[in-house]
């Protein structure tokens, strides 16, 4: 029977299903890939437009909070140095009313020298006097404080001479600093004199502007209510409504200048602090705030203006008054002095209006009319820092609050020509993916059918060897006819044929060998376990024996309490188990040593240092050494010989304390000792001369040194490691030796006992939940 010969026909090959097959499959992904391709050019528009939308509008807003920020930096700065100024001048008269004898002397000596400050003329017109031109500043005395011969009551006299101090401080605050008008002083209310610099013509201006001043009191008719608030600040404990006592007015038109100006007060106190004696004060024209409110340039046309806490704009540029629709309208009151009522809740815009009802520091978005049409505005608001405002009849607290107003369509100008770049971009993007994608079709069809036949080739070849290998002849291999990925496919597939082989013929072997390492692995682990748990059981005992013995040499209560003299009190809380900090109190022959120290560190090494200071100083202190400097000059000695033989490399403060029954004698150097007196005087005796830490030097008596301290009855000396002052709360802030002051004051005519335990409960309620990360050593001692 003849052969039958199978013809293939050219669409039936392998080649051909491949072409067929992959080139379809390509084709697809071509599409598919180039098809999502342009969907996320489309996508990575919209969200780039999107972000670049929000970050340059955060940007803007940066931008405006950042700049409302420092011009309100700028106002602050210039209220700052007034407030300096006008805190100097009172400096210097509070000074002269504290020393009546040395306000005398300085007062006769610039009357001899320079009588016209403080001779008087009568005006038989005005019916008040004054000195005449050439002084450095006018004073000028009502007809009221005037005796029936037209001179000044001798007791207004007295003012008129020593308030002549100003002619000396004046002039110099006038020329340096911040730009002021001019400085005054103004006495009491029961001999109101007014002396200002630089000269005036100051009486005769008030006589024309505001007729009937002459005959009323001066503080009633000009600023009524401002010297009684003062005084109640007085009564209250000097609990004012603002940060100090400078107390500021609302702009008023000056009446010598005829300028909008704002005054600032410093109010003056008798020398028991319970009356005012009078006031410190300065102006400045409204003209140096606006000016730098009304330069402020955001933009093409953004502005900035100045308000009130109640809404009345104090600086503005004319373009931004009439963009936020202010009104202006005199404010008469009858006061003595004329301001400018201009305020935001007045405007004609409603947003604005709105603004003023609803104050806050947060960007806004306002919409305003600009003829006849709605335009979108940014608004930032921002608080300047808050002070004393007088108003007739009261003073309260006042904050002014700076605003920035720019159009939204030029802050974010940046923004719409950024989005368009963005949507060119994206079309240009579009045109070459489509024309990317017609090419690398053309190029792959081309690709395909000229690897094709290796392709297969290889392929064939592979799974020929992977049916050998199913049949478990390992002993297979591939030709390597090629070196893409054909061939590194054929490599691949040999090097695994290998391993197989190596593997099936050597597994017991393997496993055996990897048994064998784990169980020596463990052994080891075992071994190593059980020499941990003992070292720490180990040192567990010799950390809970060396706490034992550090607890039992601290002093007995018997032995604080053994003093007649003295009531002592005592508290120590080691960080870890075994602390550094040392305190004793030692008695021998009716003499008594109160010592404390802190050794750097805390822990084993820490609490041994402290147990050979407590051994050293108990057995100097028996052997009769009764020289403070002797005596930490030994204790040194001893203590840098074991430091030396131990290895151990800590040193620490120590300072010593002796009692001969009237007074208190400190040698050596360590925290600050703070003493209060029976009638709660804070003195703070700094250490840091009196001696070195010990340990650092074998010889130390260069270095020491003795200070006195004289006790009387209920006086208390607080002594105390850096562990008190230095203990955090949770916030990072440190307790500080203010604070221990504070509480020492607040708790000093409590009982030693009583004062130790307010002054820890105070600390650890400060330090709450946060670690502890020092010894913490207290001692308190009483002077009976």
Not at 265 to 280: E, I, M
Not at 447 to 464: E, P
Not at 654 to 675: K, N, P, R, T, W
Request: aromatic share 6%; proline share 4%; charged share 20%.
């Amino acid at each position: 029977m003849p052969k039958t010969l199978t013809t293939i026909r050219p669409w039936g090959s392998f080649r051909a299903k491949f072409i067929i097959v992959v080139g379809s499959a390509v084709l697809i992904d071509l599409l598919i890939s180039g098809g999502l391709a342009l969907w996320n050019v489309q996508r990575l528009s919209r969200d780039a437009t999107e972000e670049v939308g929000h970050g340059l509008e955060q940007a803007s807003q940066d931008y405006i909070r950042t700049y409302a920020n420092s011009t309100a930096a700028q106002v602050s700065l210039l209220l700052g140095q007034v407030n300096n100024d006008v805190s100097v001048l009172a400096g210097v008269l509070q000074e002269q009313i504290d020393n009546p004898q040395r306000q005398k002397n300085i007062g006769s000596a610039i009357s001899g020298t320079s009588p016209a400050s403080v001779q008087l003329t009568f005006d038989p017109a005005g019916q008040w006097a004054q000195n005449a031109p050439g002084a450095p500043s006018v004073v000028s005395a009502w007809g009221y404080l005037l005796n029936e011969d037209r001179s000044p009551r001798a007791d207004v006299q007295d003012e008129i001479q020593t308030s002549a101090v100003l002619d000396l401080v004046a002039p110099s605050l006038l020329k340096n600093g911040s730009s002021k008008l001019q400085m005054y002083f103004i006495g009491p209310k029961e001999r109101p004199i007014f002396r200002t610099a630089p000269y005036t013509d100051q009486a005769q201006t008030f006589d024309r502007l505001y007729p009937g001043h002459n005959t009323a009191n001066f503080w009633d008719f000009f600023f009524p209510g401002l010297y009684e608030s003062w005084q109640g600040w007085d009564a209250e404990l000097r609990a004012h409504t603002g940060p100090d006592d400078i107390t500021r007015t609302a702009p008023y038109t000056d009446a010598i200048t005829g300028k909008q100006i704002v005054s600032f007060f410093h109010p003056l106190w008798s020398t028991d602090r319970k009356n005012v004696a009078g006031t410190a004060g300065a102006d400045i024209t409204l003209d140096q705030l606006a000016e730098i409110v009304e330069n402020v340039k955001v933009a093409e046309t953004g502005f900035g203006f100045l308000s009130m806490s109640d809404g009345n704009v104090i600086a503005i540029s004319k373009d931004g008054e009439q963009t936020i629709g202010l009104r202006s309208a005199n404010d008469t009151k009858g006061t003595g002095v004329t301001g400018l009522e201009r305020s935001l809740k007045g405007s004609s815009q409603p947003a604005i209006t709105e603004l003023a009802n609803n104050p806050g520091e947060d960007i806004r978005h306002l919409t305003l009319d600009q003829d006849g049409e709605p335009v979108p505005y940014m608004v930032i608001m921002k608080n300047l820092p808050a002070s004393n405002l007088w108003e007739p009849g009261h003073v309260r607290k006042d904050a002014m609050s700076l605003g920035i107003v720019v159009p939204e369509r030029e802050i974010y100008a940046s923004l719409f020509a950024a989005q368009s770049k963005i949507s060119d971009a994206t079309n240009r993007i579009i045109i070459y993916q489509v024309l990317a994608i017609l090419l690398s079709l053309i190029i792959v069809t081309l690709a395909v059918l000229a690897v094709s036949k290796r392709i297969t080739g290889g392929v064939s070849a592979l799974a020929s060897a992977a049916r050998r290998i199913q049949t478990q002849d390992y002993s297979v291999r591939v030709p390597v006819t090629s070196r893409d990925e054909v061939g590194q496919a054929s490599e691949a597939f040999n090097r695994m044929a290998q391993q197989i082989s190596y593997h099936t013929e050597n597994l017991e072997q393997l496993v055996e060998e990897r048994t064998a390492e784990i169980e020596e692995a463990k052994e080891e682990i075992s071994v190593l376990n059980a020499q941990l748990e003992k070292e720490n059981r180990r040192l567990g005992t010799e950390l809970a024996v060396a706490e034992r013995i550090q607890m039992m040499v601290l002093p007995l209560a018997s032995e604080l309490a053994s003093s007649k003299d003295l009531e002592i009190a005592a508290f120590m809380s080691a960080a870890d188990e075994v602390g550094g900090d040392y305190y004793d109190v030692l008695e021998a022959n009716g003499r008594f040593k109160i010592g404390i120290g802190d050794v750097t560190g805390h822990g084993l090494e820490s609490g041994v240092l402290m147990l050979m200071v407590q051994s050293v100083a108990r057995a100097l202190h028996e052997a009769g050494t009764t020289d403070p400097v002797k005596f930490l000059v030994d204790l040194n000695s001893a203590l840098f010989k074991n430091i030396i033989r131990t290895r151990i490399d800590k040193h620490l403060t120590l300072a010593f304390l002796d009692y001969d029954g009237h007074d208190m004698l400190i040698s050596g150097q360590h925290e600050e000792v703070i003493v209060v007196r029976a009638n709660g005087a804070l003195e703070r005796i700094e250490t840091m001369d009196l001696g070195l830490p010990i340990g650092l030097e074998s010889d130390i008596s260069p270095f020491v040194g003795t200070r006195k301290i004289s006790l009387a009855k209920d006086d208390i000396i607080v002594l105390h490691t850096d562990g008190v002052t230095e203990a955090e709360n949770v916030s990072g802030e440190l307790f500080g030796i203010d604070r221990l002051c504070d509480e020492a004051v607040k708790l000093h005519r409590q009982s030693a006992d009583r004062i130790a335990a307010g002054i820890i409960a105070k600390l650890m309620d400060y330090i709450g939940p946060h670690k502890v990360h020092d010894d913490i050593t207290l001692l308190v001692l009483r002077h009976r």
